[in-house]
């Protein structure tokens, strides 16, 4: 079963907008994770937040964690064509090792 | 530019066979995972391997086994192949201890089974 819902589904913006895809989750986290896919290949790892951090940067991408709704948001601004691709987010939850728990996806398309 | 090799890359199988597939880990990275990717949803958690045993396992069946060698590759079987196993399978390493740490997704093995 999937761990979390992201939201929206598919989302088409223009080339320098800003994109903004939500994550919900179930259960207590020890961290959560970003993942790009592109065209169905493998994923990229892009951002961690630990549960304990409330909002994360690295470069065009902010990422911002609240455990008491059980949601993350992860921004991309000044977005690019490059862009295109699958987001997911992934949980890491308590007492459950390594095991990355997805979402299913936001589908971004970055029109030029 | 992914340290995780997998094969092969593409894969055709009829339904009933059997089917290995297989991942190199990253160099430094101890544990081993395999996800089940299914068209247009996320990755399902398969099993994870740490010191060539098995230290955690999604709700799959036990005819989905695997195998860590002592380099840390791995092999992913799954006997009696159905049509629902058509998937995208994914390989990722990491390193056990280190929970903020990210995965390193291999690009993954694309079954068809018919």
């Known amino acids: 079963s999937q761990q979390g819902e992201e939201d929206p589904q598919a989302l088409s913006i223009q080339e320098g907008e800003n994109a903004t895809m939500n994550c919900s989750y179930k259960?207590?986290?020890?961290?959560l994770q970003w993942y790009r896919q592109n065209s169905g290949r493998g994923l990229v790892h892009l951002i961690l937040?630990?549960?304990?951090?409330r909002e994360k940067h690295s470069g065009r991408l902010r990422v911002t964690l609240d455990t008491s709704k059980k949601s993350s948001s992860l921004l991309i601004t000044a977005s690019r064509a490059a862009d295109t691709a699958s987001y997911f987010c992934?949980?890491?939850?308590?007492?459950?090792?390594?095991?990355?728990?997805f979402g299913g996806g936001t589908r971004l398309m970055v029109k030029p | 530019e992914t340290g995780v090799t997998q094969s092969p890359t593409h894969l055709i199988k009829t339904r009933g066979q059997q089917v290995t597939l297989r991942c190199s880990s990253q160099?430094?990275?101890?544990?081993v995972s395999w996800y089940q990717q299914a068209l247009g949803q996320g990755p399902q958690f398969i099993f994870q391997?740490?010191?060539?045993?098995?230290?955690g396992r999604g709700n799959f069946p036990p005819r989905f086994s695997g195998l860590q060698f002592p380099n840390y590759s791995s092999e992913l079987n799954v006997n009696a192949l159905e049509l629902d196993d058509s998937a995208l399978y994914l390989c990722?390493?990491?390193?056990?201890?280190?929970?903020?740490?990210?995965?390193?997704f291999g690009s993954g093995t694309r079954l068809t089974v018919v």
């Open positions: 259960t207590s986290i020890n961290n």
């Open positions: 391997y740490y010191r060539e045993e098995e230290n």
């Open positions: 992934a949980t890491v939850r308590n007492n459950a090792g390594n095991m990355l728990t």
């Open positions: 937040i630990r549960s304990n951090e």
């Open positions: 990722a390493s990491s390193f056990l201890g280190q929970k903020d740490y990210g995965y390193t």
């Open positions: 160099s430094g990275h101890n544990t």
